[in-house]
């Protein structure tokens, strides 16, 4: 997922448990499925770029 939106694995993390992309944690993995990528909240303008532009 870092890969494809272009950011570091650690900024994933920070977002996912700041709620500001939703996933599933599974033991130390996060799952982060494909619609909850493209409902990215509209607020935070530099994820949404980055989201909009993998997509």
């Known amino acids: 997922m870092a ?4 950011v570091s694995p650690m900024s994933i993390r920070a977002w996912l448990r700041q709620g500001k992309l939703k996933g599933v944690r599974a033991e130390r993995l996060w799952r ?17 770029k ?3 532009r993998a997509i």
């Not at 890969?3 to 272009?6: E, I, S, W």
């Not at 982060?32 to 949404?48: A, F, H, K, Q, Y």
């Open 32 to 48: 982060i499925r494909e619609r909850d990528v493209e409902t990215v909240p509209e607020d935070d303008e530099s994820l949404t």
């Open 3 to 6: 890969d494809r939106l272009a």
């Open 50 to 52: 980055k989201v909009k």
